[in-house]
């Protein structure tokens, strides 16, 4: 984990459960087992209902690059152009300062 600032905190936490699945790390931490770091999008409910807070209001990680690979010749309708046009032009992208190239 490395901050905005490319400052790379002095701790560990104890992993206690680890799972690849966002739906069961968010029942883990939404149990009390732990936390996790996720777009506020994916948990935007919970934080709304209180079931979830920020821990560390202060600490901004630095961004993550997302890259869609696909062949030049996909056509536009194609169903992988489709979706990421679609994420693309999602609101919360914006309002987290992205901009679409």
């Not at 939404?30 to 209902?49: R, T």
């Not at 209180?50 to 993550?64: I, Y």
């Not at 996909?74 to 992988?80: C, F, N, R, W």
Request: glycine share 4%.
């Amino acid at each position: 984990m490395t901050t905005l600032d490319g400052h790379v905190p002095n701790f560990e936490p104890r992993i206690a459960v680890s799972c690849d699945s966002f739906m069961m790390a968010k029942n883990f931490v939404l149990d009390g087992q732990g936390f996790m770091i996720e777009l506020y999008p994916a948990v935007v409910d919970e934080f709304k209902s209180g079931k979830l807070v920020h821990l560390l209001p202060d600490l901004k990680l630095r961004p993550l690059d997302v890259f869609a690979v696909y062949p030049a010749n996909t056509p536009k309708d194609s169903l992988a152009r489709i979706y990421i046009d679609f994420i693309m032009d999602q609101k919360w992208l914006l309002d987290f300062g992205w901009k679409r190239p």
